[in-house]
């Protein structure tokens, strides 16, 4: 049983930075550990994601701005956010996946960007 906690959230005004992180109760190692974030009213979309092989892909909107970054002996992964735009506004969700045998979610932190 693994569970993911995220902290990190909170208000910045447009331009700023926060750093995101996500702690999983037990290894990550072998798991592929991704930022996902909802607005009101739209999709959940992926942000970013680190593989296993500590590979990464980014979201267009976030691509430049946004680093994440993963820590498996702490059993860490965290989101650097730089440039904050009001559109980054959003609950930002953590997920672990591994293959199809595990696909896991944190509760969410909320990121607001006033403008």
């Known amino acids: 049983q693994v569970q993911l906690v995220e902290f990190g959230g909170g208000l910045v005004q447009a331009g700023g930075s926060l750093r995101l992180s996500c702690t999983a109760s037990?290894?990550?190692?072998?798991?592929?550990m991704s930022w996902y974030r909802q607005a009101p009213g739209k999709e959940r979309e992926l942000v970013a994601r680190?593989?296993?092989?500590?590979?990464?892909n980014y979201g267009d909107s976030v691509k430049g701005r946004f680093t994440i970054s993963r820590d498996n002996g702490k059993a860490t992964v965290y989101l650097q956010m730089h440039s904050l735009e009001p559109e980054d506004t959003a609950v930002y969700y953590c997920?672990?996946?591994?293959?199809?045998?595990?696909?896991?979610w944190g509760q969410g932190t909320q990121v607001t960007v006033a403008s």
């Open positions: 997920n672990m996946k591994r293959g199809t045998i595990l696909d896991v």
């Open positions: 680190i593989m296993s092989s500590h590979s990464t």
């Open positions: 037990g290894s990550i190692r072998m798991n592929h």
